[in-house]
């Protein structure tokens, strides 16, 4: 049997996949309110790429209170950089929304467009990757994390032992999920 080719679809998922099952035990209700969950969740990486377009750009948003305005414009101000991966291994890395190190003071900002209550502990372990990737201490720096979410911003200045508590459970597990991987080898 020659089976149709769907080439603009290979690699990709439906809402209504198969990878996605649980939709088949899903009401009406349920499905309405996940597919909305999913268009919203669409819609915010396409903000956050058009925010990362604009602070690349330099380009400032109307001045406003809404959040993508604020988090753009607050960005381009602080001349962070969008979209940085912040690597200590294989295991664990991420990437920041925007990011901004000078004077001794390290900026990590996120932008949330869900309604979910945005937590600081992404953020937390953000700056903890950027201690061990460029081997810093944080007790010597000023840390600043900011989440823009429904019209505010967020402020955080991180206890020095909060992020030096992320860095040692970050080293810990990493070594312990090498240690997992090397054992599957033998």
């Known amino acids: ?10 690699g990709k998922h439906a809402f209504l996949g198969a990878s996605k099952y649980h939709w088949i035990n899903y009401d009406e209700d349920k499905l309405i309110q996940s597919y909305l969950n999913f268009n919203a969740a669409q819609q915010g990486t396409t903000l956050h790429e058009f925010a990362a377009q604009c602070i690349r750009l330099g380009q400032k948003l109307p001045r406003s209170k809404k959040t993508l305005n604020l988090y753009v414009n607050d960005c381009i101000g602080y001349k962070m950089q969008p979209e940085q991966v ?18 001794n003071v390290l900026k990590i900002s996120d932008l949330k467009t869900g309604v979910t209550p945005a937590h ?18 944080p007790a010597d720096i000023l840390i600043e994390l900011r989440i ?4 505010e911003v967020l402020l955080l200045e991180p206890q020095t032992e909060d992020i030096l508590t992320i860095m040692d459970k970050i080293i810990v597990f990493d070594n312990l ?5 090397n054992d599957e080898e033998i």
């Open 1 to 10: 049997m020659n089976f149709n080719k769907h080439y603009g679809n290979e």
């Open 86 to 103: 912040l690597y200590f291994s294989d295991n664990c890395f991420g990437t920041t929304d925007a990011i901004a190190f000078r004077n």
């Open 120 to 137: 600081m502990e992404q953020l937390e372990i953000y700056a903890a990757l950027f201690f061990l990737e460029y081997e810093m201490e």
């Open 148 to 151: 823009y979410q429904n019209n």
């Open 177 to 181: 999920i090498n240690q997992i991987k």
